[in-house]
Structures are given as C-alpha cells and as structure tokens.
C-alpha cells in the first residue's frame, strides 16, 4: 500500500508532466482555511499550514486546540540571543506544529515597525532589519531543521494595518533594499525559508500578489527555490499573479483559481499551461520537503494534540523572563526581596487581565496561563499581606467572559446548538442539528461550524455567569460578524441584529461593539442566552449578506466601574503598602489585525492612575504590556519600570521571576521608545493617503531618525539594564581580510565585557557602523546595527570576550543607479554600545579598493 509520504521519493519532473492540467490547476489554491489540495490519484497528499507566528494554533480559532503562545516576536527580539530562539523555534514551535499536524508554520513576520502605531507591530521582530533578520534565520533554521517548514511573511510593505488590502506603499529602491527587503535577504542566506506569504498591500503601484518583485527578488537575485502563497485572500485576480509568480492562492475559499476561471484564462492565453504547471510544481516542491522532513504528520491521523511537558513549561518561562527589559531602577530598588515584604499592593488593569499576545490571526488559544498577578502572589511568602484594585479599565471592548460562563451543571462553558434556517426569516429547523459544549466566548467560526449545516443558520448559546458575592451593575459588550442578540434571564440587553454599525472586528467584517448593561445579583445564576446567525444585513440595504470569511461573535463583560472611587482606592492601597506594582498597558483589542494603533497614550486613564500611584507611594514598580511603545508621561516619577511585551502563557511566572532577582534581566528593546508621537520617524506620513503610503522617511527608519535629528527618544532602541553592570574594554578590530572582494570579505571586532557589579549577569552587545563620506554623493544614516554578541552569565568580576563577524552586508549600501550593493574605500567607524545611544568604545577600519556586488 502506498503512503502518503511515498511523495517524498517521486520524480517530480515525471509527477508533473503525469497529472492532468485540471489537477495542476487545482494544485495551486488550497483547500479550505489551511490546507493544499491533494491529488489521491498521483498519491500526492495535502499539506496543513498553521498561524504562526508565536504558537501554532491549528486549524481552528472556534473551538480551537489549547496550545503554547511563546512571547511575540518584539519580545523575542529583545533577547538579543539567536541560541535562546533556537532552542524555542525547535522545542516550542517545530515539536508544537507536530502536535497539530501542521507541516508549515505561517510565521516568521519580518514587516518593519515604521510607527510603533502599526496594529502588527508586535508580530515583527525588530526596527532594525539587521537584528530582525538573525532573529528570523534563528528561528527559521531551526524549526526547518526539526522537520517543520515556515512561511516568512509578510513579502514585502506590510508595514501597517489601515486599508492594507489597498494602500501602494510608495518606497524609494534604496530604503526597500536596506530596511524592508533586508530582514528577508538575511534570513534568504542564513536559513532558506521553505515558502514566502506575498503582503496584501501594493509596493510602488502593483500588489505584491501580482508584482515582478516577486520574480526579481526571490527567485532571480536570491535564487531562492521557496514555494509563494498569497496571504489569506490577498490575490486581486487571476492571469496577473499566475504570471508574476505566486505559486499558491490561499485560503481554498478565495475562488480566483477555479478550473471554470483558469480554464478562460488558458483559452484566451492570458496564462499558459507551462506556467500553470511550474506554479503547481512549486507546490509540489514543498509537499515534497515537508515529506521528507517530517513523514509522520503528512502519514498521521490529523488529529490535533496539546502536550505541555514539564520542560516546555520550563522553557516558555525561561524564554519570557528573558524578553522583559528593565528600562530604569533609580536607587536600585529591583530587585524587590520577597522576604522584607509585609504589604504589597498589586494595581492596575492588566494585573489579572488574560493579556497573552496581540490579537488577530497571531492569537491563539492558550493551554495555561500565569497572569501577572497570580505570578506575583505565588513568589510571594504566604504572611505578606496583599492588596488588589483593577484601579481603571483598559480594554477596548469588553473583557473576556472565558471562565465566567458555566453550563446548568457546573461545567465551564456554554451549550451552543447549531440549527438550519428554514426560510428566509430567520426561522429554525424545529431541532438543532448539533450540540456542543462550547469553553470560548469569541468565535471565530470561519468555516469550523457543523458540515452538514446549509447555506444560513443559526447558533445558539445558552449558559450562566458564575453566581458572586456582591451585587453589581453588569456590563455587556457584543461584536459579530452576522447578526446577534443576547438575552440575560430572558430579557433583550442588547439588539446586535436589527440595526448594526460596521466596524473593524474579524478582520473587518464584524460590527462596532453594542453595550447593555443589568443588574447582576448577588449569589444568582443569571441566565446568559445568545443568539447568532450567519447571515448578515447587507451594507448597502439591499439582499442579506454572509459574511466573506464566515460568522463570527464575540461576547465580553464586566463590572461597571466608578472610575473616580477606584483610582482613590487605589492610591490608598498603594500608600500604605511597602510596595506598589502597578501593572498596566495594551491588549489584543489595540493591537491586532486590520487596523492601526492611533495613540502611544495608555488607554482610559491609566496614565492619571500610574501617575497618582508614584505621588502616593515612591517605592513603586511600573510593569508595562504591550507589544510595542508606549508614552510614558509619568516616566521621570518612576523610580523603577519594567517592559515586558506579550508574554504568552508564562508571564507572570517570567514577570515574577525578574521582580524578585531570579533572573537577573538582560533584554534590550528592540524598537525605540519615543517620548511622543510626534517625535516617530514617519508621523505626519504614516497613514494611506488616497491609497498611498508614502515612506518619506526614507532610510531613517527607528533610531536611525533619532539619532539624525537629534530628538532624544524616552528609551533607546537597544536600551535595557541589568541587576549588575558591565565594563566595556579592549576593542580589538582586524583590519579587512579580502578587502576589495565581496566574497570573504570580513573583518572581526573584538572586545572584553567585564562584569563590575554583585550578581551573575548577560549582555548584549552592539556593534554599530557608520559607512565613510561617499565618493559619489550619497547620504548615509549616522550609523547601523551591522553586529551584536550576546554575552550570557558573566559572574561578577569575571571578564568575557564579545566578538562579531562583519561582513560584505556591513560596509554596503544600495547603488540605485546601478542597482548593486556597493561598499566604497574609506574609513568605518565601529561603535560598540550597550545601546544605540550609549556607545562605550569607537575604533575602526578601512578598506582600500571599493566593490560591488549582488544576489545574497
Ligand atoms: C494574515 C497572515 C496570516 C493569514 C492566515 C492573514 O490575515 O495577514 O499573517 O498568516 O491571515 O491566518
């Protein structure tokens, strides 16, 4: 009997020119959401691909398998330690998308965070293209290397949210070169990604699913034999990306590259069956590698698992406690000692928030989860005395009511029972077809409801909020994509269905969230009945709609709040503590997909309580989440603040861990932090104007524009302290070896990095260059990152070499007229810093005869 994975040992010159034009056509777009198709006849099999970038989801976001959120990808970039990647991309990515049956990983994303407003902000590594690119080939090389393919996304331009299916990213060839197309050119030659995702956006003047870059780039200057998938119905026709090169369309449900279209297309010749089946070789290619590599998914059984050894656990905390930057500690007061704490008020919005990573299709559901809270009680002695206040609201829509619902007998969740629509009004078949116990409260249904439902239908769900102690005033929030009503002890709080509001929720398919509020009552379990359908009322008032990428709905709530009384409260708590950690930020509904950020300001009146909190008490700790920056106008009252991103499941064990001194912080911001909006490189010019992004800000992308204008930013990029502090020395640089060649050009940059203070500590050097005055006239950024060395666990007093390769990528710049990478004579100054502004030792170096080169 043939296995599916025999495709591993077929010729597949032999397999292509085998199967028939139909299969070829069908080859090229996939199946469903996340899935290639499959030829049983020539035994080629389907491959599952999976979002990606942080964890693995698996191919549902509804009733989805419970699985590990790793920290987001600026989080990951602030380790500054490509060992440390490694060993996540094998252990918590590689081992994870086996465990869902996925043989592709839809992640890394290497887009280039212009503004921190960027709603994907936190799904890219770095400002920097250089420390973007080794973290992605870190990531890449080693999950490939454990038998799983990754998709580096998004190529390229996808470097904001608003209008992204639209907007022309206007990009001078140089800044495309250096900053945008660079972190996909070091992960090119460090780790071949297996397959490329096409930006929905446009890049001067084509979409990127139909542009020659396409070509140019990846498969003549790159060489790189990678399959290229479109993002999720990011094609925009059919002849047009057919022929610039992208091999597959996903999802399957995206219809351009149907038998009926492509079969007009061949007959009129706007596409050519050779092409059709070098696309679908492509494909072919791939399957081939992921058979190879990983045999038994592609043999399996499907079925997705979740599976958290003790070691996992383990590294997820490792990983986190290492991305978290500890941005001040005026008068030393981290690490805090757990044993001289008496009173601890814990503050703040995000404390007991389920604030894992970003939203959109980065999200995922969690299989454990730490909030910052419970780390903190847990490392705390059982006889300290601890205080609790949400203190403000932070949330954008309302909270989550994942755990709040239970069924009739106890259980967690709701009954959700799915039914036909008999007719055109609404009504239900007289039994549902399917029942299930359903835990989540945001449904992304997107195809995963019962097959054997037809075209409209309806979904049921009835459940009861987990009865309290005290009464309340009871807010509710729901979005949908469809319609929806939602009936609390059978009376109508809110109306999602007759009138709507359209608005940015599922990927701008769902409506603005509709509130309503009841009072909830002590020790009652109040019954909780909502009502979605799949069919939406049309934009334009004319024939019901179904939404494009299916029903969604999302229920949340919370108490409603005095927000005077809880910042009093608060400052109350906070004064007589010993100590206050007020834990505040963003969350998945501020940064996600479809939309941009509009302020760097902390949501609601965060800023006014942080700011009352540092008068109340001066030993406070101000933790920050988000995945990008934030304003901090309280800064200069906080003796002490730390950063720590997205953290996935474990974050308030990594959050505790660096509180309390059991890791001793080592992180380094991989973006700037600005003081205000409109210090960011690209204000004024971020957004689409009329459909175009104009990148005016040319190469002076993150510190790059600060350090050129002269603004100080609130904190550098590549800013981050330690519990110790090191001592920079000996800066040895060898002159070039192979200096007018490309090819063997290198020169080494040494230094000793002395470790001065009391405990074990890391650090992550930087090495910085600054090109010489051109010869022909161009302009050069002050300096770029072009090396870093991360010095792990120096003991105090011990001494360790930092050292780091700079090569031909170091010295060149992109020669627009001749379209070449070009490293000119002269001299380069080399700045290692323990930021970008805080550099500690210059040198340099000179090359003689200057050279040019292409390709990688
Ligand atoms: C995102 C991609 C993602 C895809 C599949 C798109 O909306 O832009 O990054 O991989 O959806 O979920």
Redesign the pocket.
Same mark, same amino acid.
């Given at each position: 009997m043939p296995k599916p994975s025999d495709i591993a040992h077929a010729d597949l010159d032999e397999l292509v020119k085998g199967i028939k034009l139909e299969d070829a056509i069908a080859l090229t777009s996939g199946v469903g959401f996340w899935n290639t198709h499959a030829v049983s006849s020539a035994n080629i099999p389907a491959i599952k691909v999976s =979002? &990606?970038p942080n964890g693995i989801r698996g191919s549902r976001y509804f009733m989805g398998t419970p699985a590990k959120v790793i920290p987001c990808a600026t989080a990951l970039g602030s380790t500054w330690d490509t060992e440390l990647i490694g060993s996540a991309a094998a252990k918590l990515l590689a081992e994870e998308a086996k465990l869902r049956g996925a043989s592709i990983i839809?992640g890394p994303?290497v887009n280039i965070q212009r503004s921190p407003l960027g709603g994907r902000s936190f799904e890219s590594f770095s400002e920097d293209p250089y420390l973007s690119g080794q973290i992605a080939s870190a990531y890449i090389a080693n999950v490939q290397s454990h038998g799983i393919g990754t998709c580096i996304?998004?190529f390229v331009g996808n470097d904001m949210e608003n209008d992204r299916f639209a907007y022309d990213a206007i990009i001078s060839p140089r800044a495309l070169r250096e900053i945008y197309l660079m972190p996909f050119m070091i992960a090119e030659r460090n780790a071949q990604p297996w397959a490329y995702?096409a930006a929905?956006n446009r890049v001067n003047g084509l979409h990127m699913s139909e542009n020659p870059l396409l070509k140019e780039i990846i498969r003549d200057e790159w060489k790189s034999d990678a399959m290229i998938m479109s =993002?999720?119905f990011g094609t925009y026709g059919l002849s047009e990306s057919i022929n610039a090169g992208l091999d597959l369309e996903m999802p399957g449900v995206g219809k351009w590259r149907t038998q009926d279209q492509m079969g007009r297309c061949l007959r009129s010749k706007k596409i050519m069956a050779r092409t059709v089946r070098e696309r679908a070789r492509k494909v072919l290619e791939l399957v081939q590698k992921c058979a190879r590599a990983a045999p038994e998914i592609i043999d399996g059984d499907g079925q997705e698992r979740t599976n958290d050894s003790q070691e996992d656990v383990a590294l997820m905390r490792r990983l986190a406690a290492q991305a978290i930057v500890l941005l001040k500690n005026d008068g030393g007061i981290l690490p805090l000692k757990a044993d001289h704490l008496k009173k601890v008020a814990i503050i703040g919005p995000n404390a007991k928030a389920r604030v894992l990573t970003g939203g &959109?299709?980065a999200s995922l559901k969690a299989s454990y989860f730490v909030s910052p809270y419970e780390g903190i009680v847990k490392a705390l002695p059982k006889d300290v005395e601890i205080s609790y206040n949400e203190g403000s609201q932070a949330f954008l829509t309302m909270p989550t009511l994942d755990g709040e619902i239970i069924t009739e007998d106890g259980k967690s969740g709701w009954i959700g029972s799915w039914y036909d629509h008999v007719d055109r009004n609404f009504s239900l078949a007289p039994k549902p077809l399917k029942v299930d116990l359903i835990s989540e409260t945001k449904l992304i249904i997107l195809g995963s409801q019962p097959p054997e439902l037809g075209e409209r239908w309806s979904l049921i769900l009835r459940g009861f909020l987990r009865p309290r102690d005290t009464d309340t005033i009871f807010e509710f929030g729901l979005t949908v994509a469809g319609r929806a009503k939602l009936f609390v002890d059978g009376e109508l709080v809110i109306d999602n269905w007759t009138k709507q509001r359209p608005g940015d929720a599922f990927?701008r398919t769902g409506t603005l969230e509709e509130r309503g509020t009841f009072h909830r009552k002590a020790g009652v379990k109040h019954e909780i009945v909502l009502e979605l359908c799949n069919v939406k009322p049309a934009a334009g008032g004319g024939e019901d709609e179904i939404p494009p990428s299916g029903a969604a709905v999302q229920l949340g709530g919370a108490d409603v709040l005095d927000a005077d009384k809880a910042i009093e409260e608060s400052v109350e708590m906070a004064r007589s503590a010993d100590v206050a950690i007020v834990v505040v930020g963003l969350n998945a509904d501020w940064e996600t997909?479809g939309y941009d950020r509009t302020t760097l300001a902390l949501p609601g009146r965060t800023d006014e309580l942080v700011a009352k909190i540092l008068a109340a008490n001066p030993k406070t700790v101000v933790i920050t989440q988000a995945g990008s920056a934030v304003e901090m106008p309280w800064v200069d009252f906080a003796p002490a603040i730390l950063h720590t991103w997205y953290l996935g499941n474990a974050t308030g064990d990594a959050i505790a861990d660096v509180l309390f001194g059991k890791v001793n912080p080592s992180a380094k911001l991989s973006l700037t932090f600005p003081k205000r909006l409109q210090d960011t490189p690209s204000y004024g010019h971020f957004a689409s104007e009329n459909g175009k992004v104009r990148y005016a800000e040319d190469l002076y992308v993150g510190y790059k524009h600060y350090e050129n204008v002269n603004i100080a930013p609130l904190f550098a990029f590549g800013h981050g302290l330690s519990y110790t502090s090191f001592e920079y020395s000996n800066l040895k640089i060898t002159t070039p070896k192979a200096s007018s060649v490309a090819e063997g050009f290198e020169v080494v940059v040494k230094l000793v990095v002395k470790n001065t203070g009391a405990v074990t500590g890391s650090e992550a050097v930087q090495v910085y260059v600054t090109l010489p005055p051109s010869s022909f006239g161009h302009l050069h950024v002050p300096k770029q990152l072009r090396g870093f060395h991360k010095v792990r666990d120096i003991e105090p007093g011990e001494s360790k070499e930092a050292s780091v390769i700079l090569d031909k990528y170091a010295v060149s710049y992109w020669e627009e007229g001749t379209a070449r990478w070009r490293a000119e004579r002269g001299k380069y100054i080399v700045s290692v810093g323990a930021s970008s502004a805080n550099i500690r030792l210059v040198g340099e170096f000179e090359i003689g005869r200057e050279f040019e080169w292409r390709g990688l």
């Amino acid at each position: 009997m043939p296995k599916p994975s025999d495709i591993a040992h077929a010729d597949l010159d032999e397999l292509v020119k085998g199967i028939k034009l139909e299969d070829a056509i069908a080859l090229t777009s996939g199946v469903g959401f996340w899935n290639t198709h499959a030829v049983s006849s020539a035994n080629i099999p389907a491959i599952k691909v999976s =979002d &990606g970038p942080n964890g693995i989801r698996g191919s549902r976001y509804f009733m989805g398998t419970p699985a590990k959120v790793i920290p987001c990808a600026t989080a990951l970039g602030s380790t500054w330690d490509t060992e440390l990647i490694g060993s996540a991309a094998a252990k918590l990515l590689a081992e994870e998308a086996k465990l869902r049956g996925a043989s592709i990983i839809l992640g890394p994303t290497v887009n280039i965070q212009r503004s921190p407003l960027g709603g994907r902000s936190f799904e890219s590594f770095s400002e920097d293209p250089y420390l973007s690119g080794q973290i992605a080939s870190a990531y890449i090389a080693n999950v490939q290397s454990h038998g799983i393919g990754t998709c580096i996304k998004h190529f390229v331009g996808n470097d904001m949210e608003n209008d992204r299916f639209a907007y022309d990213a206007i990009i001078s060839p140089r800044a495309l070169r250096e900053i945008y197309l660079m972190p996909f050119m070091i992960a090119e030659r460090n780790a071949q990604p297996w397959a490329y995702m096409a930006a929905y956006n446009r890049v001067n003047g084509l979409h990127m699913s139909e542009n020659p870059l396409l070509k140019e780039i990846i498969r003549d200057e790159w060489k790189s034999d990678a399959m290229i998938m479109s =993002d999720w119905f990011g094609t925009y026709g059919l002849s047009e990306s057919i022929n610039a090169g992208l091999d597959l369309e996903m999802p399957g449900v995206g219809k351009w590259r149907t038998q009926d279209q492509m079969g007009r297309c061949l007959r009129s010749k706007k596409i050519m069956a050779r092409t059709v089946r070098e696309r679908a070789r492509k494909v072919l290619e791939l399957v081939q590698k992921c058979a190879r590599a990983a045999p038994e998914i592609i043999d399996g059984d499907g079925q997705e698992r979740t599976n958290d050894s003790q070691e996992d656990v383990a590294l997820m905390r490792r990983l986190a406690a290492q991305a978290i930057v500890l941005l001040k500690n005026d008068g030393g007061i981290l690490p805090l000692k757990a044993d001289h704490l008496k009173k601890v008020a814990i503050i703040g919005p995000n404390a007991k928030a389920r604030v894992l990573t970003g939203g &959109g299709s980065a999200s995922l559901k969690a299989s454990y989860f730490v909030s910052p809270y419970e780390g903190i009680v847990k490392a705390l002695p059982k006889d300290v005395e601890i205080s609790y206040n949400e203190g403000s609201q932070a949330f954008l829509t309302m909270p989550t009511l994942d755990g709040e619902i239970i069924t009739e007998d106890g259980k967690s969740g709701w009954i959700g029972s799915w039914y036909d629509h008999v007719d055109r009004n609404f009504s239900l078949a007289p039994k549902p077809l399917k029942v299930d116990l359903i835990s989540e409260t945001k449904l992304i249904i997107l195809g995963s409801q019962p097959p054997e439902l037809g075209e409209r239908w309806s979904l049921i769900l009835r459940g009861f909020l987990r009865p309290r102690d005290t009464d309340t005033i009871f807010e509710f929030g729901l979005t949908v994509a469809g319609r929806a009503k939602l009936f609390v002890d059978g009376e109508l709080v809110i109306d999602n269905w007759t009138k709507q509001r359209p608005g940015d929720a599922f990927f701008r398919t769902g409506t603005l969230e509709e509130r309503g509020t009841f009072h909830r009552k002590a020790g009652v379990k109040h019954e909780i009945v909502l009502e979605l359908c799949n069919v939406k009322p049309a934009a334009g008032g004319g024939e019901d709609e179904i939404p494009p990428s299916g029903a969604a709905v999302q229920l949340g709530g919370a108490d409603v709040l005095d927000a005077d009384k809880a910042i009093e409260e608060s400052v109350e708590m906070a004064r007589s503590a010993d100590v206050a950690i007020v834990v505040v930020g963003l969350n998945a509904d501020w940064e996600t997909s479809g939309y941009d950020r509009t302020t760097l300001a902390l949501p609601g009146r965060t800023d006014e309580l942080v700011a009352k909190i540092l008068a109340a008490n001066p030993k406070t700790v101000v933790i920050t989440q988000a995945g990008s920056a934030v304003e901090m106008p309280w800064v200069d009252f906080a003796p002490a603040i730390l950063h720590t991103w997205y953290l996935g499941n474990a974050t308030g064990d990594a959050i505790a861990d660096v509180l309390f001194g059991k890791v001793n912080p080592s992180a380094k911001l991989s973006l700037t932090f600005p003081k205000r909006l409109q210090d960011t490189p690209s204000y004024g010019h971020f957004a689409s104007e009329n459909g175009k992004v104009r990148y005016a800000e040319d190469l002076y992308v993150g510190y790059k524009h600060y350090e050129n204008v002269n603004i100080a930013p609130l904190f550098a990029f590549g800013h981050g302290l330690s519990y110790t502090s090191f001592e920079y020395s000996n800066l040895k640089i060898t002159t070039p070896k192979a200096s007018s060649v490309a090819e063997g050009f290198e020169v080494v940059v040494k230094l000793v990095v002395k470790n001065t203070g009391a405990v074990t500590g890391s650090e992550a050097v930087q090495v910085y260059v600054t090109l010489p005055p051109s010869s022909f006239g161009h302009l050069h950024v002050p300096k770029q990152l072009r090396g870093f060395h991360k010095v792990r666990d120096i003991e105090p007093g011990e001494s360790k070499e930092a050292s780091v390769i700079l090569d031909k990528y170091a010295v060149s710049y992109w020669e627009e007229g001749t379209a070449r990478w070009r490293a000119e004579r002269g001299k380069y100054i080399v700045s290692v810093g323990a930021s970008s502004a805080n550099i500690r030792l210059v040198g340099e170096f000179e090359i003689g005869r200057e050279f040019e080169w292409r390709g990688l």
